[in-house]
């Protein structure tokens, strides 16, 4: 009795663990991983040969939107962009790592959107991009690790990041308008609209689906200026004429968030409808349609001989 008693002790006091090895295995070293701060204990998820194939030929899939955007009480015509592309990020650092065979166990491959909207408004331009960066190991990676957004229009900007450490959204609000202000905000966890489209592109089978919680996208919240925080929705995904239609109601918004994409792989996105009420308080819908895609590695092409390549992907020649 007295040496098990001292055994234990011994145990404790070096932090020995018994895990076994069919955890390790699976994928736990039995740490606390930086980015969720759990344990890991699930098989890591792998993606079959078909989906490396498509994402892993070092090029972004860009596909430009026509865009008739609610605001102001009318409909305004503009352009979106979405670019989705893979790389490697840094667990630790929740940024791009600058060389990837130097990263080891702190690299973490993603797959990332950039969604770039442009919408004029009477004299003035709205700018508006969002970032989301969501591991492929859905399985250890549920959620993203990391999403940010910006609006630029003449009266000021706001910024808005968040980063997912410990089960914890931690996030920054930075804003020109005096209702928002600096704002710092720390979430539980729950289903991120801007890490949807990420996830219907890696397997649309693990989309939420019935009730939940959810945090609405960046866009939607600097628009209408909400508060940072979850609302109940109503989740389905339905069939239709062919195609996959992931339908959003958030009845305490009065909002209702639909994306329609291809029902086969690779589930390109085909366009999506957004509904709730403006500032005086009538329900508009904002609509996106598919208008041009291409696989490019657009980050070579920089040059003022490039720019023949925005009118292949359906956008004006000198601004989006």
């Known amino acids: ?90 667990k630790s650092k929740q940024v791009k790592v600058d060389d990837a065979s130097k990263a080891s166990d702190d690299k973490l491959p993603i797959l990332k959107l950039n969604q770039s909207i442009k919408f004029n408004t009477g004299i003035y331009p709205y700018s508006i991009m969002m970032s989301a960066f969501s591991p492929i190991d859905i399985s250890n990676y549920p959620h993203a690790v990391k999403i940010t957004g910006s609006i630029q229009e003449w009266c000021g900007m706001a910024t808005y990041q968040m980063n997912h450490k410990k089960s914890k959204f931690e996030i920054e609000q930075r804003s020109y308008f005096e209702q928002e202000g600096d704002t710092e905000v720390v979430l539980s966890a729950v289903v991120q ?6 996830l219907i592109r890696l397997n649309p089978d693990k989309l939420p689906k019935g009730e939940i919680s959810i945090l609405p996208g960046t866009e939607y919240l ?28 958030m009845p305490s918004l009065q909002r209702k968030f ?31 349609v598919k208008n041009k895609e291409m696989l490019l590695d657009y980050w070579r092409t920089h040059n003022n ?16």
Request: aromatic fraction near 12%; include cysteine.
């Open 222 to 249: 600097r628009l209408a200026h909400k508060p940072i925080e979850a609302v109940k929705a109503n989740i389905d995904l339905r069939d239709a004429n062919g195609i996959k239609v992931y339908v959003i109601d």
């Open 193 to 198: 609209e801007d890490e949807l489209w990420n």
């Open 258 to 288: 639909v994306i329609k994409f291809e029902k086969n792989f690779p589930y390109k996105i085909l366009g999506w409808e957004d509904s709730y009420p403006g500032f005086d308080g009538v329900v508009l819908t904002t609509t996106a």
């Open 305 to 320: 001989a490039d720019r023949v390549l925005r009118e292949q992907l359906g956008l004006p020649k000198d601004s989006q």
């Open 1 to 90: 009795m007295k040496n098990t008693l001292i055994f234990t002790v011994i145990l404790l006091l070096t932090g020995i663990s018994f895990y076994s090895c069919q955890q390790s295995a699976n994928g736990s070293n039995g740490k606390e991983d930086a980015v969720s701060g759990d344990v890991q204990l699930s098989a890591t998820y792998k993606p079959d040969a078909a989906w490396n194939s498509y994402w892993y030929q070092g090029k972004a899939e860009l596909t430009s939107y026509k865009l008739l955007q609610n605001r102001y009480g009318e409909i305004h015509e503009g352009t979106v962009v979405n670019i989705f592309v893979t790389e490697d990020f840094s």
